[in-house]
């Protein structure tokens, strides 16, 4: 009875493990379809991981579905998985790199202050590699805020001691920096104002400034020329409306287009900080 | 013995193996989806139920609740066509969420014809479906009778919002097109007021006017051959046509949107008190 | 997505997990690279498909006039258009849609009501910021 008993138990196991499919088949089949760039797949197998294994393979399980995510451009759902892991992940190495990786998605996604809120969370001295990432981090994140000596201060100690050509190069574009935010909207309105035109040049913009001068330069022969052949009243009222909309969008473009250039050239400046700091590692 | 003890200790772990996608996990699988409202993987996920129990009407029910829930219930009506059900016992459940999908997917008068005409139903809900559905269609006389015909004892949800809702259906009124364009002929603009562009009207009248005005200026300055006064003509001729039109426009569009308004106000009273 | 996989793989290198010590800053300083790319500015026809198909010379010339419009007048104008598709866009469209006598009517009617005084009137496409107005009849 006993061995028949067995017998049976024996069977029951085998055909156990023979059929369907486990959490750890699940699993490995989340992770091929992974491999295999089938992002939708393998969300939904990883979530499934989630749902009945509990905590076995929770981390692997999350960090997978925050990348997933990513990766599928939804943040939002991705930082979850990140805060996710951050606050009970069984390592430090796990927490940090999740907390990078929702401060990159959160720089990708052009939000530098709430990437500062992230970063200003970690402790203030982390082992190598961390504090480098930190402190790369950090430097974009101040830098896109235009905090350029924090930044500068955040990013310097990624060089080594001694004077190299690369730590030059980016004390230079430190400068560059400087001068490019130091331009102001308010100054090419202004001038603008003066001349039309000027403010687009100021901003480095030749195309917009040469347009609105020739535009402004023409309205204004339009009301000259109405007001010798007709009358001022009838340039007065046909011309001033025209004049008032390119004249006073001059202006306002003026501005715009200076913000934009700012906005542009820090970028490419902070592109190449990077680059410097990459042959200088 | 002594092969088969360590031969069922070997075997051991493959007891406690489960198979995470037979029929009780992906069960429990799907309620937790259903519940924590990711409406489109818990539909996957009863579909591959239904395949493995084809016949289980309360599987079927879930997922048309599913596609419902989800604001895609185009799925859950296709589903529902490809289903033979003829030869089963109808299910009452399965066919009150299938009136509800006909409502939520767009097919008030669907959902009261089987309500009416299956013998599914019992009569509270027969006179529900049959309210909602005239509110969806935007009857409001007939709603108003439907509403009266549920006696107080059917707890109806929402009442006083819904029967609030039927009188402003009823007191709507909207504007006439044709009479809008035969407003703006004499005086332009005065159709874009009438159809409650006033502001619109306003402008009408005044960029025609103004061009009327400089061409006539023109033409009695320098006869025939002006080219301002011609391109003022121009600008007026076209204003004036496009006033005619826009008139016409304005009232349709007044009426587009008191129609779609109540629309949204119907949706947003009904489609939740389905659940 | 390139990007996301370059971090995957350093994600999954080690086991699958997120563990892996990461030694190097290059994963890091690509994805900021990235995060500093300006973003691309598209050219003015590029913008406006509907001006690159067109059916007979009179189209080809309107198109012609549309993208000088936009190119050398709309881009220094103080105002802006409230509707979506903008004045210009609707005139181009109308025209092209609905022939030259309803399409002109049509826009006539259009510029009377771009004054920006009835916005209560139209429907929010939230995603131009702008009040929907397509063209129809």
């Known amino acids: ?281 | 013995m002594k092969f088969l003890i360590p031969a069922f200790l070997f075997f051991l772990p493959a007891l406690s193996a489960q198979d995470l996608y037979d029929y009780a996990h992906s069960r429990a699988y799907a309620r937790y989806l259903l519940q924590s409202q990711q409406y489109a993987l818990a539909a996957e996920e009863y579909e591959r139920l239904i395949f493995l129990k084809p016949d289980n009407d309360t599987l079927r029910t879930e997922l048309l609740r599913a596609y419902r829930r989800g604001n895609t219930p185009e799925k859950g009506l296709q589903q529902w066509s490809k289903w033979q059900l003829e030869s089963r016992p109808k299910s009452r459940l399965l066919f009150g969420e299938y009136s509800k999908l006909l409502l939520r997917g767009g097919f008030p008068a669907e959902a009261r014809d089987l309500a009416t005409q299956s013998n599914v139903f019992d009569s509270s809900q027969i006179r529900r479906t049959v309210l909602y559905a005239d509110m969806l269609e935007q009857k409001w006389k007939q709603a108003n009778v439907s509403l009266a015909q549920i006696p107080l004892s059917d707890k109806l949800s929402r009442r006083t919002d819904l029967e609030k809702l039927i009188q402003k259906g009823q007191k709507q009124k909207l504007k006439k097109p044709w009479l809008a364009t035969a407003l703006s002929v004499p005086v332009p603009g005065l159709g874009k007021v009438y159809s409650g562009a006033w502001k619109d009207g306003i402008i009408s009248l005044l960029f025609v006017g103004v061009n009327t005005w400089q061409a006539v200026r023109r033409f009695d300055k320098e006869g025939t051959d002006t080219f301002w006064g011609w391109i003022h003509s121009g600008f007026a001729l076209g204003l004036y046509s496009g006033n005619l039109y826009g008139a016409h426009k304005a009232a349709r569009r007044y009426n587009q949107k008191k129609i779609k308004q109540l629309q949204h106000e119907t949706e947003a009273l009904v489609f939740p008190v389905l659940d | 997505m390139i990007l996301w996989s370059l971090l995957a793989v350093n994600l999954t290198a080690q086991g699958h997990t997120l563990k892996t010590t990461q030694h190097t800053l290059q994963p890091d300083i690509a994805m900021l690279s990235q995060a500093f790319t300006p973003p691309a500015k598209p050219r003015v026809a590029d913008q406006f498909s509907l001006s690159k198909v067109n059916t007979n010379e009179l189209q080809t010339v309107l198109s012609g006039l549309f993208l000088v419009y936009k190119s050398f007048f709309s881009s220094q104008d103080n105002q802006r258009c409230s509707f979506h598709p903008s004045c210009s866009e609707f005139g181009l469209e109308a025209v092209k849609k609905l022939g030259v006598v309803k399409g002109v009517i049509c826009t006539c009617d259009r510029l009377t009501r771009c004054n920006g005084f009835s916005p209560e009137q139209y429907e929010i496409d939230f995603k131009m910021r702008r009040l929907k107005d397509p063209v129809s009849w």
Request: net charge positive.
């Open chain 1, 1 to 281: 009875m006993k061995r028949r008993l067995l017998f049976f138990l024996c069977w029951i196991s085998a055909s156990g493990w023979l059929g369907g499919q486990n959490l750890e088949q699940t699993l490995a089949f989340a992770r091929a379809q992974y491999e295999a760039g089938n992002t939708l797949t393998a969300l939904k197998t990883y979530q499934r991981v989630l749902f009945f294994g509990g905590n076995v393979h929770r981390d692997e399980s999350q960090s997978q579905l925050a990348t997933l995510h990513a990766s599928l451009g939804e943040f939002d759902r991705a930082a979850f998985y990140y805060d996710l892991i951050y606050q009970s992940a069984g390592t430090d190495s796990l927490r940090y790199e999740a907390l990078f990786h929702k401060t990159a998605s959160l720089m990708l996604q052009q939000q530098p202050k709430k990437a500062l809120l992230e970063l200003l969370a970690l402790p203030k001295n982390l082992p190598e590699p961390w504090q480098s990432r930190k402190r790369l981090y950090l430097g974009a994140a101040h830098f896109s805020i235009r905090e350029f000596e924090l930044a500068r201060q955040d990013l310097l100690p990624l060089f080594g001691a001694e004077d190299s050509a690369q730590k030059a190069e980016f004390e230079k574009l430190f400068r560059h920096a400087e001068r490019v935010a130091r331009k102001s909207p308010k100054t090419a309105r202004l001038l603008s104002m003066f001349f039309p035109g000027a403010g687009q040049f100021y901003a480095g913009d030749v195309k917009n400034g040469l347009n609105s001068l020739l535009l402004n330069g023409l309205l204004g022969y339009w009301f000259v020329a109405t007001g010798i052949n007709y009358s001022f009243i009838d340039a007065g009222a046909t011309v001033t409306p025209w004049l008032f909309r390119y004249y006073g969008g001059g202006i306002r473009k003026a501005g715009e287009i200076l913000e934009a250039k700012q906005e542009e050239r820090l970028k490419k400046t902070f592109q190449k900080v990077l680059q410097t700091i990459e042959v200088e590692r």
